[in-house]
Each structure stands twice: as structure tokens, then as C-alpha cells.
């Protein structure tokens, strides 16, 4: 069964000038009833989890806006002015932006895109940086600018996460993983060029019911950081279904999680989808 195709186009970035690939999704329907379609029994792990997440509405989505928390280690340099423990997120999935507003009274807001940044500081200042789209090496995590390009580009993974197994993705189905008394399916993704990921390759792992429990992935930020997001606590918000909870932490070997302190917690507390 293939729920979606993506078709990949090359246009012109408005900002740079730059030729930037985007992908646009065409729903392709094949019913269960079709004569000599497969039995369920043969869906493969991506399309379980792409239908446990919604399936073909993830096509047709184009907006989101969500309210929701941040937290950990990560974003402290940030909350000595700002308190990120309810903001709101809005995601335009045609431009590949997330506009963070509602952690200052005052009108402070920050903007994201895969290639720059902006940031309206309360006091009306409005800064602008360029940065080389993700994947790729973060800079000092002090920064401002890269701050704030990190939690755009972690908000846009956690809305977007059943995307990263659609159409022109090359996946690998690495059997089962015990953990926490349950037995997850675990999928490699590695990221088409030009898609908008914290790591050009990640290990996904699934439950039975093909909901998201885990991810495995490395950043650059002067060294290579080892790390690991769980995610739980479902929710369906407009026929589509996200975790509502993500938790990343550092992990030393492969599969074995090093530290309880959070590097980054994210709590949805509701999304709209459009």
C-alpha cells in the first residue's frame, strides 16, 4: 500500500536567492477492498505508522498552531528573560517556517526558517541572521540566534515526525527492541537532500500499535552529542495524531540512554491542524 508519493521541486529561495529544493505531497489512495490488494498482515512498518499517525491527512496538512511548553538544559540561557513555559507555535509547512510568540507581554516574538532567523526583542529591536540550513553543525549553544534556530527546528520535528517516513526517504527496517517491558519495531531513516531534520540520519522506534516511542540521532556542536528522544502521551488533534510529550537526553552507546537530565522537554497542551 503507498499512501503518498513526494515529488521534489527546485525554486528559488525569496530570501537568498539560493535554488532550494521543497517537497509537495500527492495522496495516492489504494483501498483495502481493491481487488488484489494486499491483506493488512503485509503492511510493511511505514505504512503502519503512517496510518497510525493519520495517514493520507498528512498530505493535505499545510498549517499548524500549537500551544505548548519548553524546557531543559538547552533553553536556560533563554528563560532568564523569557519564560517558555507556554507559548504559542504557528507552522506554515509551505514555506518550512515556526513564528514563537506568547513568552513576553511586551510583543517579543521569534521567527524560523530553514536558512534564517529573526528576533523581535521587547524593546521593538528586530535582529535577522542567516544560518545554513539543518541538517548540519550547530554553533555555540550560547548563541542567541542558533538558540532560537534550535527550538524552531525541534518544534518543526515534533509536528512533523510522521513526515520523516513519506515518499523519497531511504528507510531500513531494523527489527525489534525491548525496552521498558514492551517491544518497539525500529526503522533507520536517512534524510532525503534537502529535507528540514535535526540529523541526516535517525533510528526510529515504533510500538505495535505504530505510534512513535523513541528516536536515536547525533548533532555536531564542536564535538559529535549523542542523543535520544522519547516521546509519549498521544493525542489525535484533528484526525491527525502526535506524542504530546518528548523528552531528549544524552546516550553514550548505542541504544542506552546516559543522562536523566533533559538536554530539551517539550509538553504539547493542544495543536490546531489545517
Same mark, same amino acid.
Given at each position: 500500500?503507498?499512501?503518498? +508519493? ?7 529561495? =525569496? ?19 481493491? =481487488?488484489?490488494? =494486499? ?20 498530505? $493535505? ?28 507555535? +504557528? ?6 517556517? *515556526? ?29 535577522? %541572521? ?8 550547530? $554553533? ?5 540566534? +542558533? ?16 513526515? %520523516? ?24 531513516? $536517512? ?10 540520519? %535517525? *533510528? ?11 528516536? /536515536? ?5 564542536? +564535538?559529535?552529542?549523542?542523543? *535520544? ?13 502526535? =506524542? ?12 542506552? %540512554? ?6 530539551? /522537554?517539550?509538553?504539547?497542551? /493542544? *495543536?490546531?491542524?489545517?
Amino acid at each position: 500500500m503507498q499512501w503518498a +508519493e513526494v515529488f521534489k521541486t527546485e525554486q528559488c529561495s =525569496p530570501k537568498s536567492g539560493a535554488r532550494v529544493q521543497y517537497y509537495n505531497m500527492q495522496a495516492l489512495w489504494t483501498t483495502w477492498s481493491s =481487488p488484489g490488494a =494486499p491483506e493488512i498482515g503485509c503492511m510493511t512498518l511505514r505504512d503502519r505508522v503512517f496510518e497510525a499517525a493519520g495517514g493520507a491527512r498528512w498530505a $493535505r496538512l499545510r498549517h499548524f498552531v500549537s500551544h505548548l511548553m519548553l524546557d531543559g538544559a538547552l533553553v536556560e540561557p533563554l528563560e532568564g528573560r523569557h519564560s517558555l513555559k507556554e507559548i504559542v507555535a +504557528e507552522g506554515d509547512l509551505a514555506r518550512r517556517s *515556526v513564528r514563537m510568540s506568547g513568552f513576553s507581554d511586551a510583543g517579543g516574538a521569534w521567527g524560523f526558517h530553514p536558512d534564517f532567523v529573526t528576533i523581535r526583542h521587547d524593546d521593538g529591536a528586530f535582529i535577522g %541572521a542567516r544560518r545554513e540550513a539543518a541538517p548540519r553543525p550547530f $554553533r555555540n549553544p550560547k548563541d542567541e540566534a +542558533e538558540l532560537v534556530y534550535l527550538c524552531g527546528l525541534s518544534i518543526w520535528s515534533c509536528m512533523t515526525a510522521p513526515l %520523516a517516513v513519506l515518499g523519497d526517504v531511504d528507510a531500513e527496517e531494523l527489527g525489534t527492541w525491548s525496552e521498558h517491558g514492551q517491544t518497539w519495531w525500529r526503522l533507520r531513516v $536517512r534524510a532525503p537532500e534537502g529535507a528540514l531534520a535535526c540529523a541526516s540520519e %535517525a *533510528v526510529m522506534y515504533f510500538g505495535d500499535d505504530g505510534l512513535l516511542r523513541r528516536t /536515536d540521532f547525533d548533532v555536531v556542536c564542536g +564535538e559529535t552529542i549523542r542523543l *535520544v528522544d522519547y516521546t509519549s502521551a498521544h493525542q489525535s488533534f484533528c484526525g491527525l495524531t502526535v =506524542p504530546t510529550l518528548h523528552r531528549t537526553v544524552r546516550r553514550t552507546a548505542p541504544g542506552a %540512554a546516559a543522562d536523566r537530565k533533559p538536554v530539551l /522537554d517539550i509538553e504539547i497542551f /493542544d *495543536v490546531a491542524f489545517d
